[in-house]
């Protein structure tokens, strides 16, 4: 049974006597979503390639960044469903082949993207992806939160979700070495699939999971999670904190290679060299310092508290987009503020992974974390849908815009007000 013990209130390091066997769980949660990153970047690295190709001759800049941010928007949608169905599906029929299911999902349509010749085949690949990496997210977040003592969560998940940044420098490798030749990156993509071998060979379902399944509740319910007010208004609140999460990420942390490619053609580059130094500040230089401020948040929520350690984030981030956006005067001094400006921006979603499984009981956790991610993807798509319009619109400009849509902090500090804090307290049950 989880206790209230918490790694600050012992001498001890965080890791003393986490088990072989929770190493192993950590490892195979944070591959499966090094490849979730992997196939939700690997699109932004490659769409102007393309979508340059299919669009033909009308692929303007204008067009590929319009139908690029409308197939992000799909992508969230299609993560929304996956989120919620394999969340539930993991609370009903068990975490390992729950996770087996999404991971071949992902690979397999991912592959058949190397297929792809139209605009609607893009759409349809990517919210089919979607599925799979929405899914994956829930089941190893809720994993993760499960098999490891309550001293040591914080820093698990924390570990959990900065792996991400692994996914995301593969699929900036793999955009710089395909070059115009994107269909080879999404040939990349089917390796995942590998993967279900580990998990169904190393996996078994967590004691308190199986506890659930015999003592008679109903598992997965969304009934019970909408309709017990306990439960449910920490799924609203957690929905909400996800979307501007979100939200933020693909309007303004991924915008950090718009910016750069801007700056780039502004100081006399060529746009074919400007694309490839703009993946390379985006996919390394931004995400270096957003791996980092995703290692950092679960040690701080371990000692300031869940709710604090958002706060703190959420106010960095409201500071740091606008000078992102207008002090830099060239591309190298861009460079050096993009660290920070990925660390802060990006920080928090650390904390989704921690947060949200320590919100629901042992036969709701995974339905209840996969609604709160993926269902802030959801609310994540018109704010995408008007980030691309915004983005375009001649007398704003990207700067202005990105730096406008960075307010959206704001907003999360405000629905941060009415959440429970969850540290030193025991998983629901």
């Not at 959990?160 to 040939?187: D, E, K, P």
């Not at 907003?411 to 030193?424: D, I, Q, R």
Request: proline share 5%; aromatic share 12%.
């Amino acid at each position: 049974m989880a206790t209230t013990e918490d790694a600050t209130t012992t001498k001890a390091p965080w890791y003393a006597g986490v088990n072989r066997y929770q190493w192993l769980v950590l490892a195979i949660a944070s591959a499966g979503w090094i490849f979730d990153a992997f196939e939700g970047q690997i699109f932004n690295i490659t769409r102007e390639q393309m979508l340059g190709e299919l669009l033909g001759a009308n692929g303007d800049p204008g067009a590929i960044r319009r139908w690029g941010d409308s197939f992000l928007a799909v992508f969230l949608l299609g993560g929304t469903l996956g989120g919620v169905v394999f969340g539930s599906l993991a609370d009903k029929f068990g975490r390992k082949p729950t996770m087996a299911a999404t991971v071949l999902f992902y690979s397999i349509f991912s592959g058949l993207t190397y297929f792809a010749t139209e605009l609607w085949h893009v759409a349809a690949l990517r919210f089919l992806v979607a599925l799979g990496v929405g899914g994956e997210w829930a089941v190893a977040a809720a994993l993760v939160a499960e098999v490891f003592p309550a001293r040591a969560r914080a820093h698990a998940s924390g570990i959990f979700h900065a792996t991400s940044v692994l996914g995301t420098w593969t699929a900036a490798i793999v955009g710089l070495l395909v070059g115009s030749q994107w269909r080879y990156a999404y040939l990349v993509g089917i390796a995942p699939a590998l993967l279900v071998l580990w998990v169904r060979s190393s996996l078994v379902e967590p004691e308190s999971w199986r506890r659930a399944g015999e003592s008679g509740q109903k598992l997965g319910s969304f009934k019970e999670l909408w309709g017990d007010p306990r439960w449910r208004y920490p799924a609203l609140g957690g929905v909400a904190m996800a979307a501007i999460g979100l939200g933020t990420f693909w309007g303004v942390t991924v915008a950090g290679q718009d910016l750069a490619r801007e700056r780039l053609i502004r100081d006399g580059v060529s746009r074919e060299e400007a694309s490839a130094k703009s993946k390379f500040a985006y996919g390394v230089v931004e995400t270096a310092g957003g791996g980092l401020g995703l290692l950092c948040f679960g040690p701080l929520a371990a000692r300031l508290g869940r709710k604090p350690a958002f706060a703190l984030m959420l106010i960095c981030s409201v500071l740091i987009v606008p000078i992102t956006c207008y002090a830099p005067r060239n591309y190298t001094q861009l460079l050096a503020i993009l660290p920070l400006f990925g660390f802060f921006t990006l920080s928090t979603h650390a904390g989704f992974a921690l947060y949200f499984p320590e919100l629901f009981p042992d036969r709701l956790r995974a339905t209840g974390t996969g609604v709160c991610f993926n269902g802030g993807r959801l609310l994540a798509a018109p704010i995408l849908w008007f980030s691309g319009e915004i983005k375009n619109q001649p007398g704003i400009g990207l700067q202005a815009a990105v730096a406008g849509l960075g307010l959206l902090f704001l907003v999360g500090l405000a629905v941060l007000w009415f959440m429970p804090e969850t540290k030193g307290r025991p998983l629901p049950e």
